[in-house]
């Protein structure tokens, strides 16, 4: 060993290292969640996982989150936090924004809406709560009464997440095949085809269906139940 190489046995005269490990917040933790869960999905994220993700064991976790039940409801709060709160305006038009742009970040965080039924006391998020203040003063607006516009906002929503539920999982099968929606949808149609064969209403609609992806037709399905469930509210207000 040459005389550069050899080290002064102290701790002030060794050179100090840089910190590896980025420091651990809780906005930290729940941002790298979410990606978890965007990429892998709900039944993957644990906290072990996710320290490993973030170079953290998974003790330095729970430091700023007690479980992962809680980190799960921080997430779906982070995801509500892209909500839109659209400017004062007709209430249906900004119903139907509100309603697509919820569609839109389910599709684009397919575990939410499956996830949403399971997360405790999640509606106390801050976000989730100043979302449902939102869209409650929206529906109080246009001139129904609060009680009433609580079950108006939970009808537009109860349509929203069960509508986009099915669609979300049929994306999460396409995304963990690693193929086109148009090609799993080829490889599907045959055993489709066998399971409709005695149900006519039902195979003329898969035949119609057959030629073009899976997209156009629930963007169609999506706004055509909207209009109608506003439809409903419209007529509670004549």
Not at 98 to 108: C, F, G, K, N, Q
Not at 172 to 183: D, N, T
Not at 203 to 209: E, G, K, L, S, V
Request: net charge negative; aromatic share 6%.
């Amino acid at each position: 060993m040459s005389d550069d190489d050899k080290q002064i046995p102290s701790v002030w005269a060794r050179p100090r290292k840089e910190r590896q490990q980025p420091l651990l917040t809780r906005e930290s933790i729940v941002a790298e969640a979410v990606r978890l869960l965007d990429e892998e999905g709900a039944d993957n994220l644990s906290m072990r996982r996710l320290g490993s993700r973030l170079g953290a064991g998974a003790t330095s976790l729970y430091r700023h989150v007690a479980s992962k039940d809680e980190l799960l409801e921080l997430a779906l709060d982070a995801v509500y936090g892209e909500l839109p709160l659209p400017g004062t305006g007709e209430w249906r038009e900004t119903v139907t924004e509100v309603a697509r742009a919820m569609r839109a970040t389910i599709l684009r965080h397919p575990w939410l809406a499956a996830k949403l039924g399971e997360a405790g006391l999640a509606y106390l998020g801050p976000n989730m709560l100043r979302q449902s203040e939102f869209m409650l003063g929206v529906m109080e607006d246009a001139g129904f009464p609060l009680d009433e516009a609580d079950q108006a906002v939970t009808t537009v929503t109860a349509f929203v997440v069960g509508i986009s539920t099915s669609e979300a999982a049929w994306l999460s099968m396409v995304a963990r095949s690693g193929q086109s929606e148009e090609e799993v949808a080829e490889k599907l149609w045959p055993a489709a085809e066998q399971a409709v064969r005695d149900y006519p209403r039902l195979r003329a609609r898969y035949a119609a269906q057959k030629s073009g992806g899976t997209s156009g037709n629930n963007q169609d399905s999506f706004e055509y139940g909207l209009q109608r469930v506003l439809d409903g509210l419209q007529a509670r207000l004549g």
